[in-house]
């Protein structure tokens, strides 16, 4: 019968065989993964073998850093259908989805105006929504699609809101009637003008528009402007809803709730807004602007209803602005 310590150094041995498989075993994978072959009688000894496996983690570190930041820094990929118009081609056209040619003299199929997708009518159905507007069909700012406008130039949020809020915080934060008081009203059609001539490079620092009312008004003539609002026409039936409940715990997550019904671009764009207004209302001391007061001029500029009855829209037009100050007054924990 073998004794207990010939059973303890078998599985001593046993042990340090195992390990030595496993540490094999990340040789062969860790020379894998630095194209090497190091198999067979010529692999190194361990002198060079623990210098390669701390370079080998040390490479794979770094690479998962750099791509990681390399996700971070890009813009969010924004999903966009296709805005597809029937379209008569000169010569002829194949269909880019299925590759076969369109036939006819007239309207021999659909083309995108955001970024010029040329298919057949009956494809256009079965086209992922991945439109990817080019700049040279977007011929303005003002007016154009939310999406469409942050997909053309590949940034997170419209650039006339970006610009306005970062101009107002700059200079007018502590501005009496901020938002309430309007700017001259061909000033702010001057604004809207060169924003659809010159986009990103259009001035709207004090020495172009002193008057700080203007930008607001150029601002909110923006979220006005919209084909589609921020608080889009699918979300807000659930919006004032919401806005109707009594409980405060569910009045909460039920916000969140409709929040997460909007699509990426407007929702991004609303968290932005509210964490400005919120601002502003920090300075309520000065600019005598509170979240009442800005959910009264902001909610029927955010929140439009879509096609209903002419009874139920006036009734909505109570909880428009209660949907804006709940978004101001909670932004912290909402977004």
Not at 12 to 28: C, F, I, M, P, W
Not at 41 to 63: D, E, N
Not at 246 to 271: G, I, M, N, Q, V
Request: proline share 6%.
């Amino acid at each position: 019968m073998p004794s207990r310590e010939s059973y303890e150094v078998r599985k001593g041995e046993k042990s340090l065989v195992h390990k030595a498989k496993q540490e094999a075993n990340q040789q062969d994978i860790l020379a894998a993964a630095l194209g090497m072959r190091i198999s067979g009688p010529q692999k190194p000894p361990a002198t060079i073998w623990q210098p390669l496996k701390l370079f080998a983690y040390s490479q794979l570190t770094s690479l998962v850093r750099k791509a990681a930041l390399k996700d971070n820094s890009l813009p969010p990929k924004y999903e966009k259908v296709h805005n597809f118009k029937v379209h008569t081609f000169r010569g002829p056209h194949w269909c880019e989805y299925c590759a076969n040619f369109m036939w006819g003299l007239t309207a021999q199929g659909v083309k995108c105006a955001d970024c010029g997708l040329n298919v057949h009518k009956q494809c256009s159905t079965m086209v992922p929504c991945n439109c990817v507007p080019d700049l040279k069909h977007i011929k303005k700012v003002y007016s154009c699609e939310l999406t469409t406008l942050v997909k053309a130039h590949n940034t997170k949020r419209p650039m006339v809101v970006d610009m306005c809020i970062q101009e107002i915080e700059s200079r007018g934060l502590k501005s009496e009637g901020l938002y309430r008081i309007s700017g001259f009203s061909d000033s702010v059609e001057d604004v809207k003008s060169t924003f659809d001539r010159d986009g990103e490079k259009t001035d709207i620092s004090a020495n172009a528009y002193e008057d700080i009312n203007i930008i607001t008004g150029a601002l909110k003539l923006y979220l006005r402007d919209l084909p589609i609002p921020v608080i889009s026409y699918d979300a807000y039936p659930r919006f004032i809803e919401t806005a109707k409940l009594e409980d405060p715990e569910k009045r909460l997550k039920a916000f969140r709730e409709a929040l997460e019904l909007l699509p990426a671009a407007h929702s991004e764009t609303l968290r932005y807004l509210m964490a400005h207004l919120k601002r502003v209302t920090l300075n309520e001391k000065d600019n005598l602007m509170n979240a009442e007061n800005l959910g009264i001029i902001f909610g029927p500029t955010l929140l439009r209803a879509p096609n209903l009855d002419a009874m139920t829209a006036l009734n909505d037009i109570r909880y428009q602005p209660q949907v804006v100050e709940f978004l101001i007054k909670n932004e912290d924990i909402l977004f």
